[in-house]
Structure formats: structure tokens, C-alpha cells
């Protein structure tokens, strides 16, 4: 379940991914404005604009700020408004020894990915899948609204989504998973989750239907479809915006065993009114 805090706590805003580019502070700017109306009070980074190179600092360096944010009692959660390439050069800086004691939550979406499932691997504590400047986007009202019902008074309106099953009725099981670009990133490391009666998630922002399909062919060899409770997908952007939402269809229930549990959903991705999902915690969708 998403943690929930009080009105007028500290929040750290990182990035542990790729630097935001310049042009992109006005948007940063509305989004803590939004969040301080909320009220919450948030505690930027000093790495969150791209210096050079799409890096804003190195890995060890983010890193340290992140785990600083962890150690200050006063910051209740940490959202990450990153993404891109470079999240996963962070983790072996990473101390989880506090992570696993403290009380706060970590949020991200896309190459954050890499450090939700990081974190449940190492620690079996839950991070939020979820862009926290969606609350600042073109569903600025919306999204806020159901953020602040969420995360200050308890609700459930950000976590609430709907999907359509392609195999089986119902998933169940603890969810991991994420964008599926960034999650094989973990392949073959020590921040890779185990498998077993998961369920896993799985989304993508861009790809069009041959590299979706390499990312499946690697989890069928890896053995993932033989080991984990179900499958959830969330929206493969690229791909369906041009019109392949079908043929992801029939590839993916090519890769998978027919007994699985298979569903589909357009709530959780990249698009700008995507929910939120917990990623290290039991899940169930269905009957």
C-alpha cells in the first residue's frame, strides 16, 4: 500500500536517472508550486538539471543525495522526476541497510524501474511506480487531486485501475516489474527479484513491435513466463499509438504458457493520466 504522510512534511525531489534538460525547470517550478499548495514541502536535489552529456552528476554522486534524503528523519518520501538511461549506475552506491530501516517510500517510473525492484530485492520494502510531475501535466486537476487523496488522506483513487484479461480471470501475487526496457537492465545482477509466483508488469514507452519483441524472447529464455503467477501489461506507447496494440497481442500470447494469467491495462505507463502501482507488494486483479 502507498505510505501515507502528513500534511506539511518534507519530501525529497531527485533524480537518479538522466538530468532534466534546462528548458524543463518551468514545469519542475509548477510542480512544487502544486505540491506546496497541497501543502507539502519539497527538498530539490542539487542534481536534477542535465550539466553535461544528459548527466547531471555521477552515479556515486546521485547516489549520495538520494541516500541523504533517506538518513533526514524530516523527509517523509522521496519522488523521483527523472528517466532515461543511467538510473542503474546508482545502485551499487546504494546503502540498503538504511533503506531497509527507514520508514520512507521511494517513487519513479520508467529507468527508476531499476531501483524500485532494486530495492524490493534487497530489502522486500515497496516503492511506487509513478511519475510524480504528472500532478504539473495536461491532467494537472485530476491527477493532483487523486495524489493528495492518496497520499495525504488514505484513499485509493491514484491506485485504482481497470484491465481487460487476454488469459485466465485473475492476478495475484507480489508485483514487480516495470518498464521492460529498464528492467532486463537487471538481468544476471544481485538487484534482479525473484520470480516465483510474481506478478510481473511489464510497460514501454517507445519500441515498435520487433524490439518488444527481443525484450519477451529474453524473459521466455530467462524462464520468467514458467516461474511467475501472471502477467500485467500496461501501455507500450509507441507501439500502439501506431496502431499495433493487436499484434502485441498475439506476440505476447505466443511467448507466454497458455495457463497464465494474462491482462492488460491503459492505466499504468508514461501517458500524462497513468496511475500509480506498488511495486514489492501483494497485488490482485480479478476475480
Known amino acids: 500500500m502507498i505510505q501515507t504522510i502528513e500534511k506539511g512534511s518534507k519530501i525529497a525531489i531527485a533524480a537518479c536517472s538522466n538530468g532534466l534538460r ?12 502544486i505540491l506546496r499548495q497541497i501543502p507539502l514541502q519539497p527538498v530539490l536535489s542539487d542534481y536534477i538539471f542535465e550539466k553535461s552529456d544528459g548527466f547531471s552528476a555521477s552515479g556515486e554522486e546521485r547516489a549520495k543525495v538520494l541516500m541523504n534524503f533517506y538518513k533526514d528523519s524530516q523527509i517523509k518520501a522521496i519522488f523521483d522526476v527523472s528517466g532515461g538511461d543511467v538510473a542503474n549506475q546508482v545502485l551499487d552506491f546504494f546503502d540498503f541497510d538504511v533503506i531497509k ?10 529507468d527508476l524501474t531499476t531501483i524500485l525492484n532494486a530495492i524490493y530485492a534487497k530489502t522486500g520494502k515497496s516503492s ?12 494537472s486537476k485530476q491527477q493532483a487531486f487523486d495524489f493528495e487523496q492518496t497520499l495525504i488522506n488514505g484513499g485509493s483513487n491514484l491506485t485504482e485501475i481497470s484491465a481487460n484479461f487476454w488469459q485466465g480471470n485473475k492476478l495475484e501475487g507480489v508485483l514487480i516489474g516495470g518498464n521492460v526496457r529498464c528492467f ?6 544481485q538487484y534482479l527479484p525473484n520470480f516465483s509466483g510474481k506478478v510481473l508488469l511489464l510497460e514501454s514507452l517507445s519500441g515498435f513491435l520487433p524490439r518488444i519483441a527481443t525484450f519477451f524472447a529474453q524473459l521466455k529464455q530467462m524462464g520468467v513466463f514458467n516461474q511467475i503467477s501472471g502477467l500485467l501489461l500496461g501501455t507500450f506507447s509507441q507501439l500502439e499509438q501506431a496502431g499495433g496494440g493487436e499484434k502485441l497481442k498475439e506476440l505476447v500470447l505466443q511467448m507466454v504458457p497458455p495457463n497464465l494469467p494474462v491482462a492488460k491495462t491503459q492505466n499504468i505507463g508514461h501517458a500524462e493520466d497513468s496511475k500509480a502501482v506498488v511495486i514489492g507488494e501483494n497485488f490482485v486483479l480479478g476475480e
Not at 534546462?22 to 508550486?33: E, L, R, V, Y
Not at 530501516?101 to 520508467?110: D, E, I, T
Open 101 to 110: 530501516s527507514s520508514g520512507k517510500q521511494f517513487w519513479g517510473y520508467s
Open 128 to 139: 511506487v511506480l509513478y511519475q510524480i510531475q504528472n500532478i504539473a501535466g495536461n491532467f
Open 22 to 33: 534546462q528548458n524543463s525547470a518551468p514545469h519542475i517550478a509548477k510542480m512544487t508550486g
Open 184 to 189: 532486463l537492465k537487471l538481468a544476471g545482477t
